[in-house]
């Protein structure tokens, strides 16, 4: 499998935060805390996966928990028309769709799932 395609300065200027990293860069953590949510990131470049997890200030569990294998890479973008769902001008993290559901499926019946990620002017996740 090969490694993620991405530019973590690209990822900590989004989400202006910077990460804690596992020794050897083995993974990449960001935490952002805006208003009542908690988003946590977690990038595993060598394996090319992607964990979230978001949570609102009260709650006990996350209310989005997943994770994404066989993730290609992660682009910056500026929103524009062509990213539904994001006010233009907005920054964007667009992460390459991938296996979201693990082996719950076999793999002739998996849809690669892709999502983007913004955290200005506050958390937005949406999948694609």
Request: one cysteine or more; a negative charge.
């Amino acid at each position: 499998m090969p490694n993620l395609v991405w530019d973590e300065t690209e990822v900590m200027s989004c989400l202006e935060v910077a990460p804690l990293i596992e020794e050897y860069e083995i993974s990449y953590c960001y935490t952002v805390e805006k208003e009542s949510i908690r988003l946590s990131l977690g990038i595993c470049p060598m394996e090319s996966s992607i964990y979230v997890s978001i949570w609102t200030a009260d709650s006990k569990l996350p209310l989005i928990d997943f994770r994404m294998i066989d993730c290609g890479g992660i682009k910056h973008r500026i929103a524009d028309q062509t990213v539904p769902g994001f006010e233009i001008g907005s920054e964007v993290l667009e992460f390459v769709p991938g296996q979201v559901f693990g082996n719950r499926f076999q793999n002739d019946f998996v849809i690669p799932t892709g999502f983007r990620l913004s955290v200005k002017p506050s958390v937005s996740l949406r999948f694609f």
